[in-house]
């Protein structure tokens, strides 16, 4: 065990270091400087903030410097938030997401698993039409859809939520958002545990515990569960780094200050510092929950040896 | 199989058997998928409306009375089937039916056309990286693992920035997130076919690698090759709807079915049949995509079902 998550670790900061590098001098390359005004700064002035910042050095120099600084956890500072830290600025604006994501992924597994389990248990019945067309629907309407159309009906004619905004956290403000990030995911982890659950069911080893006369609710929670949801696991670890970075859309449309649309607008400001900072966040998350469904799906499934 | 070491001449059991088969014309794999294809009602159902809304797509445009970027200062806001506009005009007095129709006809290009680019990029890197194994798969997948790290956005902004926003660059930038995945369905599917006995045969007959990967190996790909195009096309539908409704994507007057939907989000409570109309196209379109995928999916590999 400890030997593969060394191992993997050992493939992982490579990649990660790779990332980095592509993502810095990819941000380099682009026109433009965070110093590109509308309203031109003296050349005195720029040169001096330049300096200020370093900028003024070839970019290899600035790219040592950007590495040795993150080595030991400096961010460096934001180019465009006046005396702020990139981890100021990120923390600041990462309460949003992390919030939004995290209740979506867990509504969203809660309920994807339950009717997946459900419409497998029902093969071919009323139920498993039912959720296979929500799961259709739900990968086919986008959430730029669903959000007006939810917003429309629930904020401005009945008027029982609020139509967008934050309101530090309200629960109000979260459900339509919340719901609006949850459909597609709720389609896709329904469709995967139904997958899983069926052909689960028809193996040999549910059929002994049938055999054996165990309670059908037993051999479904305690037998068959664990394997129907190993395709879920390695679906699942990407698709969390996705929503706890922010969307981008769902933001957008309820005018919440996440990470997402911060991260766009950081981009077209060329807040390098800040951007980087976004990138090393999402490449790191997505590489740890990789590695985390590996490890998940190697302690539910006795036939995987992680070596 | 044993009943040929007990007889004296073994191939003229073979020699029969080839007789026979020829007489009873067998049926292949893909004979079979097909039929299979054929009784599924969802799937079929869904082709038909497919080749409507792609043949309206293609022809459309030239037949309705308006043009997609004729302003009418006279006829904004009109409810559909006023004044001779089927489904009504937007805030310019634009005929909505005809920029639904040109909008359709851009996302459905955008659609095959980064999805054949990812197809071919993705085949070959992959096929290549699961054939050669070792040290070259090693290289190839980190790239893939690399790039798969960098968020979808970044590279989108930076491409807008460097080049400026027209639609080669949306299928750039969707292209080069989208053979990624294609790249490893294929690698892996590759590893397993190298194991198996025809193309040990093709090796003993002195293939080369090349011609190996070529006629043998990308041939028996195109059964999950398939099903994952039928896939990927609504995937970049809908991707390029996100980016025009971000604002990065097609620009006006052009239309796409993501800036249609955005522009009528906007005005949905004074004119809701902006918003409906694209959406129920954008939907019923993707819907086609994904019934006919997983048709495809049931009928090329039967397990699964």
């Not at chain 1, 296979?132 to 429309?152: K, R």
């Not at chain 2, 998928?33 to 797509?57: C, E, G, K, Q």
């Amino acid at each position: 065990m400890l030997r593969f998550l060394l191992r993997r670790l050992m493939v992982a900061i490579p990649t990660l270091f790779v990332v980095i590098t592509v993502a810095f001098f990819m941000m380099r390359a682009a026109p433009g400087n965070p110093f590109d005004l509308d309203r031109k700064l003296p050349p005195e002035i720029e040169a001096n903030v330049k300096k200020k910042f370093h900028m003024d050095e070839p970019v290899v120099v600035q790219y040592g410097r950007y590495l040795a600084g993150i080595s030991h956890g400096d961010f460096g500072p934001s180019l465009k938030y006046q005396d702020k830290s990139v981890l100021q600025v990120l923390k600041e604006n990462y309460r949003v997401s992390l919030t939004l994501g995290l209740s979506a992924i867990i509504f969203a597994s809660i309920i994807g698993v339950t009717l997946g389990i459900l419409a497998a248990l029902r093969q071919n019945g009323a139920l498993d039409y039912g959720v296979m067309a929500i799961a259709i629907l739900g990968v086919c309407i986008s959430t730029f859809v669903t959000a007006p159309l939810l917003q429309l009906v629930f904020g401005s004619k009945l008027g029982w939520l609020p139509i967008a905004g934050w309101d530090n956290g309200a629960v109000k403000n979260l459900v339509m958002p919340v719901i609006v990030l949850s459909l597609p995911q709720i389609a896709i982890i329904s469709r995967l545990t139904r997958a899983g659950m069926i052909e689960v069911l028809h193996s040999n080893y549910v059929r002994t515990a049938r055999a054996k006369g165990l309670p059908e609710h037993r051999i479904v929670t305690r037998h068959a569960l664990r394997a129907a949801i190993l395709p879920l696991v390695s679906y699942l670890g990407p698709a969390c780094a996705g929503l706890l970075t922010g969307s981008l859309v769902v933001e957008k449309i309820f005018s919440l200050p996440g990470l997402g649309k911060f991260f766009v607008i950081s981009a077209l400001q060329r807040d390098y510092t800040v951007v980087m900072g976004m990138v090393i966040i999402y490449a790191t998350l997505i590489l740890c929950l990789n590695l985390a469904a590996d490890l998940l799906y190697a302690a539910l499934d006795p036939r995987v040896r992680v070596t | 199989m044993t009943a040929y070491s007990l007889n004296p001449n073994p191939l003229s059991g073979r020699r029969d058997q080839l007789v026979e088969g020829a007489a009873v014309k067998g049926r292949s794999l893909w004979d079979d998928a097909r039929r299979r294809l054929m009784r599924n009602r969802a799937a079929v159902t869904s082709m038909v409306v497919l080749i409507v809304l792609v043949t309206a797509a293609i022809v459309g445009p030239y037949l309705t009375p308006y043009s997609y970027e004729e302003i009418n200062k006279n006829d904004v806001w009109l409810p559909p089937l006023a004044n001779g506009h089927l489904l009504g005009t937007d805030s310019l007095g634009r005929d909505l039916l005809a920029r639904l129709l040109i909008g359709l006809r851009v996302s459905l290009a955008i659609g095959i056309v980064a999805t054949s680019v990812s197809l071919v990029v993705g085949v070959i890197w992959g096929a290549t990286a699961g054939y050669i194994g070792g040290a070259v798969d090693e290289v190839m997948m980190r790239i893939v693992d690399v790039l798969y790290s960098l968020p979808f956005i970044f590279f989108v902004i930076l491409l807008m920035v460097t080049f400026g926003t027209n639609i080669v660059l949306i299928f750039v930038a969707i292209g080069a997130v989208e053979w990624l995945t294609m790249s490893r369905i294929v690698r892996g599917q590759t590893l397993s076919l190298k194991q198996k006995e025809f193309i040990e045969a093709a090796r003993a007959n002195g293939l080369d690698r090349g011609a190996i990967v070529r006629r043998h190996i990308v041939p028996n790909l195109l059964g999950p090759v398939v099903v994952y195009v039928t896939l990927t096309i609504p995937a970049i539908i809908l991707a390029e709807s996100f980016l025009s409704f971000l604002g990065l994507g097609v620009q006006p007057p052009m239309a796409s079915l993501g800036t249609l939907i955005a522009n009528g989000a906007q005005d949905m409570e004074l004119a809701p049949w902006l918003l409906i109309f694209p959406s129920v196209t954008m939907v019923a379109t993707l819907m086609c995509f994904n019934f006919i995928g997983d048709g495809l999916r049931d009928a090329i590999d039967p397990k699964d079902r």
